[in-house]
């Protein structure tokens, strides 16, 4: 079965410091992969997905940048956070093909101090 | 951009009564999919109407999808107090990989 690990859980980092959220997809290939971003108490916000190796398209303009140097390895990364980075980041994935339900990560609550 | 427009933001029902939870959206889907969201976790799938489905149940779930309307509705019934989450609608526009737009929840609260 399919398992989607994302850590960590829970961050607190100084603004001006680097960022690295971590995501691996376990018994699938070639998935599609999300990050998204999600402020308190509204919805989710796409900010990056990968349909390949390398391949990373932005959805919003931001601190950010996403990484995707392995087939179920997604990784989230800023050089330097700001305060407005805060909020709880969830990763997914999707199979290639259409019609098909989205698997989430556990989340990770990251807050810039 | 935001799509699925929940409605209610909240709403807080007494347990066995039936929780109705709606959602509108924009343009035309190729399917609109419902997630549970616990506190702090990540969501989780309950269901998937396809845009020429009407109506579909899963368990004490019945989803309906008017897409004259744009609309969707989720309905719990027999509610339990474990029922208690954030319930998101997403919409899937079809034929291109940049995932799913969500909602910004309903968070339904089952008093015990």
């Known amino acids: 079965s399919q398992t989607i690990h994302q850590w960590p859980a829970t961050l607190v980092q100084p603004v001006g410091s680097p960022l690295s959220l971590e995501c691996t997809v376990e018994?699938?290939?070639?998935?599609?992969l999300y990050w998204y971003r999600q402020a308190a108490g509204r919805g989710l916000q796409l900010l990056f997905y990968?349909?390949?190796?390398?391949?990373i398209s932005s959805e919003v303009p931001q601190n950010l940048s996403a990484s995707r140097p392995q087939d179920r390895q997604f990784i989230l990364s800023s050089k330097k956070l700001l305060l407005s980075d805060s909020g709880f980041y969830l990763c997914?994935?999707?199979?290639?093909?259409?019609?098909?339900?989205?698997?989430f990560g556990q989340g990770t609550r990251l807050t810039v101090v | 951009s935001q799509q699925g427009e929940e409605d209610p933001q909240a709403l807080s029902i007494q347990e066995g009564e039936n929780a109705t939870m709606n959602c509108s959206y924009k343009?035309?889907?190729?399917?609109l999919q419902w997630y549970r969201q616990n506190s702090g976790r990540g969501l989780v799938h309950l269901i998937l109407?396809?845009?020429?489905?009407r109506e579909k149940h899963s368990g004490r779930l019945r989803v309906t999808l008017d897409t004259s309307k744009k609309s969707s509705s989720l309905l719990i019934t027999a509610s339990r107090a474990a029922d208690t989450a954030s319930y998101f609608c997403?919409?899937?526009?079809?034929?291109?990989?940049?995932?799913?737009?969500f909602g910004k929840g309903t968070h339904l609260i089952i008093q015990p």
């Open positions: 109407i396809r845009s020429n489905e």
């Open positions: 990968s349909v390949g190796i390398g391949q």
């Open positions: 018994g699938t290939s070639n998935p599609n």
């Open positions: 997914a994935w999707r199979a290639l093909r259409e019609g098909t339900e989205a698997f």
């Open positions: 343009t035309s889907i190729n399917n």
């Open positions: 997403a919409t899937d526009e079809g034929g291109g990989a940049d995932g799913l737009t």
